[in-house]
């Protein structure tokens, strides 16, 4: 593996050639690339199509302070070698421009104009350059994430620059849903175009809880920045926490021991069992399957309960420290946790049973909302819903954290791209999550469960990822002085996903909505930031 | 799909679908399972309102300085220290307790914070002199 590793990276370093301007190996599994604008697009097509790279994260940064001009960081993973390679290029306060690779890789096009927006950089060659973030009533010219803008300053609203799909002639019939729903569920817009009661075209107007995180933990001391990762998302706490912590001890180049390790894996397997089986239950009530849902309802309380006896908080808050975690546990929480899932696993697979047994509840499900392969790989699509589709990434396994290289489990992947796919690798995976379980109170090795962080020097970068229950969640971290934030880019599971869901809409009919909404179960505050 | 529906319902008349009998056993074996209030106490990990001893605080900071929220804060009262704790900030964390060299504070189970006035919501200790 190791060779492989080094004949890949040498390899790419002689193709690249001239093309680049330094080659640098930062860590074990990280190489920069340091490119001039120009030969931006050249140098991410050859890694995306010649050595089969996917975008994993893109960070726009101002760095006019201490480098001299604003940055973007292009960060691509290759599963197969297990690295990352980073394509860093530079751009001067006099031309805030760069140039747009969205037309010809989608996955793009969101990354670009949360630049655009934010850092007042210009995508140039993008296709669609509607604000993103910032709605179209907020100044054109204030971009929150430059230094010089300070966060208690209030920005004066404008006319807003808004707009919607325009269709013509009158078979066309506007749907207007949201921002406020019935039903306690998170803010969004939705308009459809639909023809009769068929979808022609939907437009998701999303980012209504932008909340400016990653602004707020600009100059934050890491040790509390890690309670504002916590929060970014209520269902994903803990996948968020130790993304963050991961982050931060790969900047602080630490390795965490071995039992906090396990103690991570475990709690995170909950995380993803308590949102899988609520997930499952859920999406019958896009069905109107009230059996369905108040099963799920009853197993996820179960395992909400379990984790206030183990850990003190329902949706496994606290737990995480900067270098490991913050408690142990001992035998009779084994216990607990083994009766616990053996309860669950007999209950879910009577719900799994009567689910798939039912002809009707089948029949709603298939072939509904069918994201193809082709759509999940354009929009680098994540989580459950790349794996329903075929597409056979999990990070987990892929890109190791954790304790995940020390136990055993299969990825499930299907290939419908439907509803029924997409509850169908659930409900494979929480068998899944219930076995890694198992083998990890096999394995459990005795040890401390934190170590102390060394100090971290100024402007050092670490990122850090886990696959929660939506798909792979990715934190990138660069250090300021005395142990701060200096920028913080989340890229969550639902930023890669939310794209897909306007595609995978379209051609059904617009009661379908609802229950393929669900299927991708993609929450909006983490999202938004 | 509709189809498959209408195959579905017919199967289910003719006697030959039993999944509507298996859904009806499920939901008569399951019963109740709601709780009726009140609810029991919550589990004794679980991290609630803060217990505050002054006579054994040292008045060190050590808390007022770990806490991420700012909702601890320590104030000259005339001749002595006041420690208050604002539960509207407060985010539960319990860095404070897990900081506190001599147990001067520690987190209890109550998780009652419902109130109509929201001064309730800030607790106020006085450290002896
Ligand atoms: S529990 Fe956390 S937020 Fe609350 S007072 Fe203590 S340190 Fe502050
Ligand atoms: S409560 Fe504990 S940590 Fe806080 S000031 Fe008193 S002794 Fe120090």
């Known amino acids: ?529 | 799909m509709r189809a498959a529906t209408v195959k579905a319902l017919n199967l289910a008349v003719e006697g030959e679908g039993n999944e509507m009998f298996e859904v009806i056993r499920k939901i008569w074996k399951t019963g109740v399972v709601t709780h009726k209030l009140p609810l029991r106490e919550a589990s004794q990990r679980y991290r609630g309102k803060l217990d505050i001893q002054p006579h054994k605080c040292k008045n060190c900071g050590a808390c007022v300085a770990a806490c991420p929220a700012g909702a601890i804060n320590v104030a000259q009262k005339g001749q002595g220290q006041e420690l208050s704790i604002a539960y509207t900030k407060c985010i539960f964390c319990g860095l404070c307790a897990s900081v506190c060299k001599v147990q001067a504070v520690q987190m209890t189970n109550d998780y009652h914070l419902a109130t109509k006035n929201k001064n309730d919501l800030i607790q106020v200790v006085r450290m002896p002199q």
């Open chain 1, 1 to 529: 593996m190791l060779k492989n590793k080094k004949l890949f990276l040498t390899r790419i370093k002689q193709q690249l050639g001239e093309k680049i301007l330094s080659f640098t190996i930062r860590q074990p599994n990280e190489t920069e690339i340091v490119v001039k604008k120009d030969q931006l697009a050249e140098v991410c097509r050859f890694l995306c199509q010649e050595k089969e790279g996917r975008l994993f994260t893109m960070v726009g940064s101002d760095e006019r302070e201490f480098a001299g001009s604003f940055v973007l960081y292009y960060v691509f993973s290759f599963d197969e070698t297990q690295q990352f390679i980073t394509v860093k290029t530079m751009t001067p306060e006099e031309d805030s421009t760069f140039p747009s690779l969205a037309a010809e890789f989608p996955a793009l096009n969101w990354y670009e104009r949360e630049v655009k927006d934010l850092l007042g950089l210009r995508p140039q060659g993008h296709p669609d350059l509607r604000p993103l973030i910032l709605h179209g009533d907020w100044p054109e010219e204030i971009h929150p994430l430059r230094k010089e803008f300070d966060v208690s300053q209030n920005a004066p609203r404008v006319k807003s620059r808004e707009s919607f799909m325009q269709y013509e002639g009158d078979e066309v019939t506007e749907i207007p849903v949201g921002p406020i729903h019935a039903g306690i569920i998170e803010p969004g817009h939705f308009r459809f175009g639909a023809v009769g009661d068929t979808v022609l075209y939907l437009d998701a107007r999303l980012f209504f809880t932008h909340r400016g995180l990653e602004k707020a933990s600009e100059g934050m001391p890491l040790s509390k920045a890690l309670f504002l990762a916590e929060r970014i998302c209520g269902v994903c706490a803990l996948s968020h926490a130790v993304s963050f912590a991961q982050a931060v001890e790969a900047a602080a180049a630490v390795e965490i021991p071995l039992r906090a390790k396990y103690l991570r894996t475990l709690f995170l397997e909950l995380e993803r069992l308590y949102n899988h089986i609520g997930d499952v239950g859920n999406i019958c009530a896009g069905f109107g399957f009230a059996v369905g849902v108040s099963q799920g309802t009853i197993l996820r309380e179960e395992l909400l309960m379990l984790n206030e006896r183990i850990a003190g908080h329902r949706y496994l808050r606290g737990i995480v420290d900067l270098g490991g975690v913050r408690f142990d546990i001992a035998h009779p929480d084994y216990a607990d946790i083994l009766s616990t899932l053996n309860k669950i696993e007999i209950g879910f697979t009577e719900l799994v049973d009567i689910l798939l047994s039912h002809d009707i509840a089948v029949d709603r499900m298939s072939k509904t909302g069918i994201l193809t392969l082709k759509q999940a790989n354009d929009l680098e699509v994540v989580g459950v819903a790349a794996r329903a589709s075929g597409r056979n990434i999990d990070i987990r396994r892929d890109q190791p954290y954790a304790a995940y290289d020390k136990v055993s489990f299969t990825v499930p992947v299907y290939t419908e791209g439907d509803v029924l796919a997409r509850i169908r690798v659930r409900i494979d995976e929480v068998f899944q999550s219930i076995s890694i379980i198992r083998q990890i109170f096999i394995q459990m090795p005795t040890g401390d469960v934190s170590v102390g962080l060394p100090p971290i020097s100024p402007y050092a970068r670490g990122m850090g990822w886990v696959e929660s229950s939506k798909g792979e969640t990715v934190h990138w971290l660069m250090t300021g002085p005395n142990e701060t934030v200096e920028r913080y880019r989340v890229r969550s599971a639902t930023y890669s996903n939310w794209p897909a869901v306007a595609l995978a809409v379209p051609g059904n009919i617009v009661p379908d909505f609802p229950l393929i909404n669900k299927s991708f179960e993609l929450c909006y505050a983490c999202c938004d930031r």
